[in-house]
């Protein structure tokens, strides 16, 4: 499984509230749309004034050449253009590669 996490802060103008309800409204059909998608979950931390970020995403897909191709769409640039609606563009940090599952 191909992963790419996504780490971001909020904009200085949105509360926590406004944050979650634009993602929730917005910026998730936006992700749904991108083909080859597997998996998709994001965590808000329960204390954000503790927590460096505000948010992070992870997005699955089955690996990475279908990750490219879903990358290389318009669903893909809307998702990241979107992204400055909610986000501190400068605060992104993202993480792609391999997920490995310790449980099994």
């Not at 970020?53 to 998702?79: K, N, V």
């Amino acid at each position: 499984m191909h992963e790419l996490t996504v780490a971001f802060q909020k904009r200085d103008d949105l509360t926590t509230e406004e944050l979650r309800d634009y993602y929730h409204a917005e910026h998730v059909p936006l992700v749904r749309e991108l083909p080859n998608l597997v998996g998709y979950e994001v965590t808000f931390p329960s204390d954000p004034e503790r927590s460096p970020y505000d948010g992070i995403a992870r997005l699955r897909f089955p690996d990475g050449e279908a990750m490219s191709e879903a990358m290389d769409t318009e669903a893909a640039a809307a998702m990241e253009a979107d992204a400055a609606a909610f986000a501190d563009t400068d605060s992104m940090v993202q993480v792609v590669g391999e997920t490995e599952s310790l449980l099994e």
